[in-house]
């Protein structure tokens, strides 16, 4: 009928490799422009085409957009010029992009057609976060060798006073990325929604450094052993500790806004001891504490004591054996296609 609101569809394409937050950010931004929210995602050859080989693959790629709490469908192979066919085809009404201009191999707006019609939008881009810095980051810290440290120290002193007058991504070496997390990115970010007290509540923690499909299927199987979910993340301190120096990847803040995107996380504990004692499982109702079968690392003095005296500690098997580490050494090893 006539009063009948039609569904507005919203569509997103992108290459969504290594993905962030700054993704997600646009995600959410995009689908509160519409009632649903459509992503298209290009496959490794178009993107090897016009940009350079993604380090993801496309499987991988497109289940990790699925996972971000904002999006309704995804669509592989996705043309990287986006045409009105495209966006007719999926029934989209109009297509949101950041405002960055991403062109084609040879040049080419790859938004004109949809601009010329009136049928894009734009949001802001995150500040401080890209695929390329990402890239940027991990490769700066493999060049460097142990050897060579006390020259690095050097460097960075020398680094971190330069980059106080620049703009543009930091070196992972002086401590500090450029994205400032702020509460209102926080809210954002967050389903504002309390446990309520008789959901079974379902801790999890770690470094969850480079948000890879290991982590998602693990927090898919933690959710389904309750019906809340609380995801509690080290400091970067910590986890040098027990993983060394060049780690994490991505701050504390980045991690928080990664987890965050996830559609099976409902909270975040920023900070989170290592150890879980039984002032934190009071504290956070806590009904189970999970743990993967996965550890990069090796536990020091097992942080599951008290969880296990308990009774209320299990160990899920992911089925899947990505770790950041491996993320690491792709980028490494394509460094020279880079
Ligand atoms: N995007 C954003 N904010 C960021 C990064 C990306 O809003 N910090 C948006 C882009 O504008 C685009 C979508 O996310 O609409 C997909 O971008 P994509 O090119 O896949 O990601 P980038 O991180 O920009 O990748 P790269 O560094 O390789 O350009
Ligand atoms: O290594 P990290 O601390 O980021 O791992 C967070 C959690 O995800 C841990 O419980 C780990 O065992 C789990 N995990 C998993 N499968 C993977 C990678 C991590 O179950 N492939």
Redesign the pocket.
């Known amino acids: 009928s006539i009063n009948e609101k039609k569904e507005v569809r919203v569509w997103?394409?992108?290459?969504?490799?290594?993905v962030?937050?700054?993704?997600g950010?646009?995600?959410r931004?995009a689908k509160a422009k519409g009632d649903k929210l459509i992503v298209g995602i290009?496959s490794d050859e178009e993107i090897t085409r016009h940009?350079?080989p993604p380090v993801l693959t496309q499987e991988e790629r497109l289940k990790l957009v699925q996972g971000i709490k904002w999006v309704d469908e995804v669509v592989e192979n996705a043309p990287y010029i986006t045409t009105l066919e495209t966006l007719d085809q999926y029934n989209c009404d109009f297509c949101?992009?950041?405002?960055?201009i991403?062109t084609t191999n040879d040049g080419k707006d790859t938004y004109q057609i949809v601009k010329d019609e009136k049928r894009l939008e734009?949001?802001?881009?995150?500040?401080?976060?890209?695929?390329?810095?990402?890239?940027n980051r991990i490769l700066s810290l493999t060049r460097k060798s142990v050897s060579q440290e006390t020259n690095d120290i050097l460097e960075d002193k020398e680094l971190s006073v330069d980059i106080s007058k620049d703009s543009k991504p930091k070196s992972p070496w002086t401590g500090s990325s450029q994205f400032l997390l702020t509460t209102q990115k926080l809210i954002q970010f967050s389903d504002g929604k309390s446990s309520k007290p008789n959901d079974k509540v379902i801790y999890v923690a770690g470094a969850f450094d480079l948000f890879h499909v290991g982590h998602l299927d693990f927090l898919e199987k933690a959710k389904s052993q309750g019906d809340y979910l609380i995801v509690g993340l080290h400091e970067d301190t910590v986890i040098k500790e027990y993983k060394g120096q060049m780690y994490p990847i991505m701050n504390l803040q980045e991690r928080t806004m990664n987890v965050l995107a996830c559609k099976y996380v409902n909270e975040v504990v920023m900070g989170a001891p290592y150890t879980v004692d039984e002032n934190l499982m009071k504290h956070l109702n806590v009904f189970l504490v999970c743990h993967g079968k996965i550890d990069s690392d090796v536990l020091l003095n097992d942080p599951y004591g008290v969880p296990k005296k308990l009774g209320k500690y299990e160990v899920l098997d992911s089925e899947n054996d990505m770790t950041t580490e491996k993320i690491m050494t792709r980028i490494k090893t394509h460094r020279q296609q880079l």
Do not use: M, P
């Open positions: 997103c394409d992108g290459c969504y490799d290594l962030h937050f700054g993704h950010n646009l995600l931004q290009h940009k350079r949101v992009h950041g405002d960055d991403t734009t949001v802001s881009r995150t500040n401080g976060i890209s695929t390329t810095d990402l890239v």
